[in-house]
């Protein structure tokens, strides 16, 4: 048995979060299961500052032992993870245009033997929205051609960070292509920082408009090349695919190395996709600071499971019902492109 004290913030926000809560957990086959996903989640809204499982119980219950049956409801607890995250991916959709799926990381202590978290297609089959691409930061990993492979082989594009000593074949022949030349006498690069270096002293041929913190206006260049992959782990070398490497050595994407599978796309377009991923570490932090993403005590697969997808929800709540309740994440917007001859 518990008790739940009812302590109401305003009654359309109160009513709004319940139906939420009922949404998302009104199939869990308990009734107090569904009972501590809603107060789990009030906590979470509510609580100021570190959010021990004590400070949650405290904050939405009058009962002693409530935060021990919190714990239990997070690390104990059997019920599936996986058709809340399906319903709130939906109720995410209806409200919320998705542009791509950002992968930001987040650092949190292993203990025992299974990795949670590295599923980026896993959550993307639970949208029902158009396809988009995966904007990830690739730019530490040692192997960037098996990571692409594991991509490309469920269909999806994207745009990567990537190391700048990362081996490529220059791309001469693709449209639009600049034409790898020797410097005196030195063979064309054959990484994908060298090769955009190799651009840096032409004329630049794409600019883009881009607005910082202040609220202006700049003019940033912008070096591209397309090339070739040196190897795969799976299929024919280099599969005889084409790809793009773009970087703006002076702008908000500090002079990162990104690559993409979308050539056909706009260099505008691009760089606002690779942006995104400033919005994700955002997002990262917010969710750690407000809603305690890092700070779960029960080390447990299923506990870090059941923290996690009630954590999304609190983030998804505050930040689609009620905008304004948390700040904007802080990414350089990116408006009005020129194309220079």
């Known amino acids: ?38 107060t789990y ?12 499982m004590r400070r949650l119980a405290e904050s939405v219950s009058s009962s002693p032992t409530a935060w021990y049956s919190l714990q239990q409801f997070i690390s104990g607890s059997s019920w599936d993870w996986e058709q809340p995250r399906g319903e709130l991916a939906r109720w995410v959709d209806q409200r919320a245009s998705v542009r791509a ?14 990795s949670v978290g590295v599923h980026v297609d896993t959550a993307a089959a639970r949208s029902a929205g158009a396809v988009v691409p995966v904007v990830a930061d690739l730019s530490d990993l040692d192997d960037v051609c098996r990571a692409v ?3 490309e082989a469920r269909g999806l594009s994207f745009v990567l960070a990537v ?10 022949g693709s449209p639009g292509a600049p034409q790898p030349h020797r410097r005196n006498g030195e063979a064309p690069p054959n990484t994908a920082g060298g090769l955009l270096e190799l651009q840096s002293g032409r ?34 070398p280099a599969a005889q695919q084409t790809y ?9 994407l500090q002079g990162a190395v990104w690559m993409t599978n979308l050539t056909h796309r706009r260099l505008d377009e691009l760089i606002e996709l690779a942006l995104l991923h400033t919005s994700a570490m955002a997002t990262v932090t917010c969710l750690d600071e407000r809603f305690a993403l890092l700070d779960f005590a029960g080390r447990s697969f299923p506990g870090w499971h059941h923290h996690m997808t009630l954590a999304s929800a609190a983030y998804a709540f505050a930040r689609l019902s009620h905008p304004g309740e948390l700040p904007p994440p802080p990414v350089v917007e990116k408006r009005a492109d020129a194309m220079t001859a």
Do not use: C, H
Request: zero cysteines.
């Open 244 to 252: 793009r490497l773009f970087s703006q050595p002076d702008s908000a």
């Open 1 to 38: 048995m518990f008790t739940t004290t009812q302590l109401r913030p305003a009654g359309s926000r109160r009513q709004a979060l319940d139906a939420f809560a009922d949404l998302l957990f009104g199939k869990l086959p308990r009734a107090d299961q569904r009972e501590w996903a809603n």
């Open 41 to 52: 989640l009030r906590g979470l809204l509510s609580t100021p500052g570190k959010k021990s």
């Open 149 to 151: 492979a594991r991509l």
């Open 163 to 172: 190391p700048p000593g990362m081996e490529v074949l220059g791309e001469a």
């Open 203 to 236: 004329p630049y041929r794409y600019t883009a408009a881009i607005m910082g913190a202040s609220g202006g206006f700049r003019q940033v260049p912008v070096l591209s090349a397309y090339f070739r992959l040196t190897r795969r782990p799976q299929g024919p």
């Open 101 to 114: 799926w950002t992968v930001a990381t987040a650092a949190v202590t292993k203990r025992g033997d299974q």
